[in-house]
């Protein structure tokens, strides 16, 4: 599905839950946030946004490491990626085991993911970033949370959260790399900022009521009874997120 928020946003999102690619369209380019786990699926949405926007798409932004948020990019090969330090760490702990059970499951050769990496042209950042056009100014900062290198962007004037897995919409939450406390306390500070539209790392667009959803989900699962987890919250898609090893 493609959502159009502002006239400039694209968001790109996927009833099988699969991680949203967003595109934000600036003056001189187009950068995207997020990058999906298969290059060609990249390719083909680079490939709708230049033909949408006439600009071409130079920039990606990563949220965190996760293979479906950003080996898309790696192995795409054609665009500057933008991430934190802590982001950048955590792509080359990647070791072979991880990569042959992510490559069997997901059907595509990530093997390679090191000799990728070394051809990648990296911008990285430390704590945060900040990113201005005449008109947009695109906030990053890594948070922690989902995953220690969890990192949100925030465009202003509009004032559009992309939240990465920090938030997810229709779909239970990957829980295993994260810090469940630290995670609830960085949605409660969410929940008193100026947000008009917020983006998941998953699922459909939405607006504050995500915070507050995200946050039941997690306190919930926090009190340590998973079968009332999945009974609360049983018309979430893929449960089996909760009993990965």
Not at 147 to 172: E, R
Request: charged share 30%.
């Amino acid at each position: 599905m493609l959502e159009v928020i502002n006239n400039k946003v694209l968001v790109f999102w996927f009833e099988n839950m699969a991680s949203n690619v967003t595109a934000v369209e600036l003056n001189e380019e187009v950068i995207l946030i997020d990058s999906s786990l298969y290059p060609e699926k990249l390719e083909k949405i680079i490939e709708l946004v230049e033909l949408r926007t006439k600009k071409k798409v130079k920039k990606v932004f990563l949220t965190h490491y996760h293979p479906d948020h950003s080996f898309g990019a790696i192995f795409y090969g054609k665009l500057e990626i933008i991430l934190s330090e802590k982001t950048m760490i955590k792509l080359f702990d990647y070791d072979n085991e991880i990569l042959e059970k992510i490559s069997k499951e997901s059907e595509y050769d990530f093997s390679d993911l090191q000799k990728k990496l070394a051809k990648c042209k990296f911008n990285i950042f430390r704590n945060d970033t900040l990113n201005t056009s005449s008109k947009s100014v695109i906030s990053g900062i890594s948070l922690g949370g989902h995953t220690a290198d969890s990192t949100i962007y925030k465009i202003y004037p509009d004032n559009i959260l992309i939240a990465g897995d920090l938030i997810v919409s229709g779909t239970h939450s990957e829980l295993d790399d994260g810090n469940i406390d630290n995670w609830i306390k960085i949605l409660n500070e969410f929940k008193s900022q100026d947000i008009n539209k917020i983006i998941p790392g998953h699922g459909k667009p939405g607006g504050k009521e995500l915070i507050d959803f995200q946050l039941d989900y997690l306190n919930t699962f926090k009190s340590g009874n998973v079968e009332e987890l999945l009974k609360k919250f049983k018309k979430l898609k893929y449960p089996e997120l909760l009993n990965r090893e």
